[in-house]
């Protein structure tokens, strides 16, 4: 029981009795209860605490990720909390794979996963915002992980369904970012190793497998970025983590970055199908309230986001820019539908609402969008792809279709960004 003033820590049971106690613990009670509420559909995000999902297939480097990020962040003035990954748990502690002798075994473990892991993380993110300090909560994978390691879609679906979730509101509502860390089975294969995890049991084939279903299970996220192996070796793709985190806090931060290319026309369905890519496509609309503060190109902005999928399943942003020299720095977080609703009856009179049709996917190493622009240039296609820095500037190896469409790099163009 949490006691509120210091009579109760240091006074006697005979005080437990009183009625002025007994009338001033439902109050208490009710205010923690309060704190307590929501859903693994409710946005948990805020002001204060941000919580990111490190995903990625075996032996992909989340384990030295959490303790690097944890100390950086930490020697910067964060709180850090961890969430465990909920399988290593019940793994390690009993649950055996030969429990799971049927498809309802399958579906309960994948359920109790689930359940288990929105609790770990909610809990971390409630005692992080009570610390009234800057946190961070670091997931230890997160709740689209299931969708990889579910044996069917129909599985997966009554996951959902049981929990009370879309797929929507799991993947998108409850994180700032998710960061996909590629197994090391995938460009570094002479690492990849098991000894480290007495839990992984996957050959490389299976990892590399494992890791691309991942990718897509978070594809559509509005800040999934991917982590290769590259050249630069492991500390590369520490690098390019700590660089991506530093940028999601406000920290100053050089690294990958997104190149803008203008194209000619929309791609159509049978572009991506004949290429045999998987997409995800949402509607987007963005404005820029002037409740928050008005803002200029010079010293920073601020602008709200609604995203919703082809059933209308809808998930909503806040993104506050602020410019320091040439470093334009983001601080980003989840909010509720009331707050855009809020954000945009109040919207700048002086700037457009945007609208616009998003179709993301991957294409080998690269994340990928493109965005075609309802309101207020109906003509408009602009492809945004997320780049190494060692790519800046370099020739890009895209589909065939894509590449028939380009018409310039406009990356460094004035006229074509959004504010």
Same mark, same amino acid.
């Given at each position: 029981?949490?006691?509120?003033?210091?009579?109760?820590?240091?006074?006697?049971?005979?005080?437990?009795?009183?009625?002025?106690?007994?009338?001033?613990?439902?109050? /208490?009670?009710?205010?923690?209860?309060?704190?307590?509420?929501?859903?693994?559909?409710?946005? =948990?995000?805020?002001?204060?605490?941000? #919580?990111?999902?490190?995903?990625?297939?075996?032996?992909?480097?989340?384990?030295?990720?959490?303790?690097?990020?944890?100390?950086?962040?930490? *020697?910067?003035?964060?709180?850090?909390?961890?969430?465990?990954?909920?399988?290593?748990?019940?793994?390690?502690?009993?649950?055996? %794979?030969?429990?799971?002798?049927?498809?309802?075994?399958?579906?309960?473990?994948?359920? #109790?996963?689930?359940?288990?892991?929105?609790?770990?993380?909610?809990? $971390?993110?409630?005692?992080?915002?009570?610390?009234?300090?800057?946190?961070?909560?670091?997931?230890?994978?997160?709740?689209?992980?299931?969708?990889?390691?579910?044996?069917?879609?129909?599985?997966?679906?009554?996951?959902?369904?049981?929990?009370?979730?879309?797929?929507?509101?799991?993947?998108?509502?409850?994180?700032?970012?998710?960061?996909?860390?590629?197994?090391?089975?995938?460009?570094?294969?002479? $690492?990849?190793?098991? &000894?480290?995890? /007495?839990?992984?049991?996957?050959?490389?084939? !299976?990892?590399?497998?494992?890791?691309?279903? /991942?990718?897509?299970?978070? /594809?559509?996220?509005?800040?999934?970025?991917?982590?290769?192996?590259?050249?630069?070796?492991?500390?590369?793709?520490?690098?390019?983590?700590?660089?991506?985190?530093?940028?999601?806090?406000? %920290?100053?931060?050089?690294?990958?970055? !997104?190149?803008?290319?203008?194209?000619?026309?929309?791609?159509? !369905?049978?572009?991506?199908?004949?290429?045999?890519?998987?997409?995800?496509?949402?509607?987007? &609309? #963005?404005?820029?309230?002037?409740?928050?503060?008005?803002?200029?190109?010079?010293?920073?902005?601020?602008?709200?986001?609604?995203?919703?999928?082809?059933?209308?399943?809808?998930?909503?942003?806040?993104?506050?820019?602020?410019?320091?020299?040439?470093?334009?720095?983001? $601080?980003?977080?989840?909010?509720?539908?009331?707050?855009?609703? %809020?954000?945009?009856?109040?919207?700048?009179?002086?700037?457009?609402?945007?609208?616009?049709?998003?179709?993301?996917?991957?294409?080998?190493?690269? =994340?990928?969008?493109?965005?075609?622009?309802?309101?207020?240039?109906?003509?408009?296609?602009?492809?945004?792809?997320?780049?190494?820095?060692?790519?800046?500037?370099?020739?890009? *190896? %895209?589909?065939?279709?894509?590449?028939?469409?380009?018409?310039?790099?406009?990356?460094?163009?004035?006229?074509?960004?959004?504010?």
């Amino acid at each position: 029981r949490i006691q509120s003033d210091e009579a109760c820590a240091h006074g006697t049971a005979k005080r437990i009795h009183e009625p002025s106690q007994q009338q001033s613990e439902p109050k /208490l009670s009710r205010q923690v209860s309060r704190s307590r509420r929501g859903s693994a559909s409710a946005p =948990t995000s805020s002001q204060l605490v941000q #919580k990111f999902v490190l995903t990625g297939g075996p032996c992909g480097g989340k384990t030295t990720a959490l303790a690097r990020l944890r100390q950086f962040l930490e *020697e910067r003035g964060f709180r850090v909390f961890i969430a465990p990954e909920a399988a290593t748990t019940l793994w390690a502690n009993g649950l055996a %794979l030969s429990d799971l002798k049927s498809e309802a075994d399958v579906l309960t473990f994948q359920l #109790k996963l689930m359940q288990l892991q929105v609790f770990l993380e909610d809990t $971390f993110a409630e005692l992080a915002e009570r610390t009234g300090q800057r946190s961070v909560v670091l997931c230890d994978r997160g709740t689209m992980d299931g969708k990889a390691y579910c044996g069917s879609e129909e599985c997966w679906r009554s996951v959902l369904s049981l929990q009370g979730l879309t797929e929507t509101t799991a993947r998108d509502s409850r994180y700032n970012a998710v960061l996909h860390l590629t197994t090391a089975a995938n460009g570094a294969e002479s $690492f990849y190793t098991s &000894e480290n995890n /007495l839990t992984r049991s996957e050959a490389p084939p !299976a990892a590399r497998a494992l890791d691309d279903r /991942l990718q897509l299970a978070w /594809l559509g996220h509005p800040r999934h970025t991917v982590f290769i192996n590259t050249e630069g070796g492991f500390e590369g793709k520490m690098a390019s983590l700590i660089a991506e985190v530093s940028r999601l806090v406000g %920290l100053p931060a050089t690294g990958r970055k !997104a190149r803008k290319f203008l194209l000619s026309r929309v791609p159509t !369905a049978a572009d991506f199908l004949d290429a045999g890519l998987d997409t995800k496509s949402f509607t987007v &609309e #963005k404005c820029y309230p002037l409740s928050v503060s008005p803002g200029d190109l010079d010293s920073g902005y601020t602008y709200v986001r609604r995203r919703a999928n082809h059933e209308g399943m809808a998930s909503y942003g806040e993104t506050r820019v602020r410019v320091e020299g040439k470093e334009k720095l983001e $601080f980003k977080r989840v909010l509720t539908d009331r707050e855009y609703a %809020l954000a945009l009856s109040t919207a700048d009179p002086k700037r457009h609402v945007m609208r616009t049709q998003r179709t993301n996917f991957n294409w080998g190493k690269l =994340t990928i969008y493109i965005e075609r622009y309802v309101e207020p240039n109906p003509d408009l296609c602009l492809m945004f792809v997320q780049a190494e820095p060692q790519l800046a500037g370099a020739a890009l *190896e %895209l589909p065939a279709f894509v590449e028939r469409l380009m018409v310039q790099e406009v990356t460094s163009e004035v006229q074509y960004t959004s504010y």
